[in-house]
């Protein structure tokens, strides 16, 4: 029996990203699952996403766990993952938390894997009283460049949680740089009940898009190409330069 045209089950805000950036090159990451080529990195080397990975889970050992001493990844926020574990020992904070949603956006559970079409997780969430919440997401690498998209992901923070939690009125959701100097390393944003909730239907609508997409054109530029593994050209240059899959070869030089 046909299986039907390729499709998303979910999305996330990472995947929508993907999509936007080219949908023949999400099709290709995340319904697929075609593997980067990328060569292992020299020995001792850490690769970007594993770091990221590592930092996270120290960064959640550390706010769980009050007899941890602060661990120098996360010095340029000392204050503020103090505060968190004060906090989460007191009820108010919470590490790693996950939201899903159905087709419908009514909630689901993330793993249900029938019915979440859309899942979001927060890696640190602060309740600074009753009808107010802080959403926190973690991020190493640069800030520079990103902001507009940075800007879009937290107002999905908050349009999650003012879904799943219709008494919240004020969100206050923020990134945290880890990378970054003392002084230039959060990105916060404050948002009413009514600015979440007019904001809520075009993120549904984005969502919707990648939901209901059933073809996955090419939309080759030079900025997705440069570092698209799978197109037919080499994918990036200098020492660490390595050929792509050539599953696509509409890539722009």
């Known amino acids: ?11 996330s805000f990472s995947r929508a990203s993907d999509y936007e950036r080219c949908p023949l090159f999400a099709k290709f990451r995340h319904i697929d699952k075609i593997p980067d080529p990328a060569p292992d990195l020299p020995e001792g080397k850490e690769h970007p996403k594993d770091r990221g990975i590592r930092i996270h889970e120290l960064a959640e050992n550390y ?17 503020r993952f103090k505060e968190a574990r004060e ?16 087709k419908d956006w009514r909630q689901a559970a993330t793993d249900d894997f029938d019915n979440c079409v859309y899942r979001l ?16 997401d973690y991020k190493t690498g640069k800030k520079e460049g990103n902001e507009i998209a940075h800007h879009q992901q937290l107002m999905e923070y908050a349009v999650g949680f003012a ?21 230039e390393n959060v990105m ?17 609508e984005r969502h919707q898009t990648v939901l209901d997409a059933r073809i996955f054109p090419a939309t080759p530029s030079q900025r997705a190409c ?23 070869r509409r890539n722009v030089n």
């Open 1 to 11: 029996m046909s299986k039907g045209p390729p499709r998303f089950k979910s999305t």
């Open 63 to 79: 706010v769980n766990n009050p007899l941890l001493r602060m661990p120098e990844e996360l010095l340029n926020h000392e204050a």
């Open 87 to 102: 906090l989460k020992q007191r009820g108010a904070a919470h590490t790693e938390i996950g939201l899903g949603f159905d």
């Open 121 to 136: 997780y927060a890696d640190l969430v602060i309740h600074p009283n009753a009808d107010s919440i802080m959403i926190v």
């Open 163 to 183: 879904t799943a939690f219709p008494h919240l009125e004020m969100f206050y959701p923020q990134i945290w740089y880890l990378d970054l100097h003392p002084g």
């Open 188 to 204: 916060k944003k404050t948002f009413t009940r009514d600015q979440v909730m007019r904001a809520s239907k075009r993120v549904r």
């Open 226 to 248: 440069y570092f698209c593994p799978y197109k037919a050209g080499t994918v990036g240059r200098g020492a660490r330069a390595y050929p792509g899959t050539g599953h696509c």
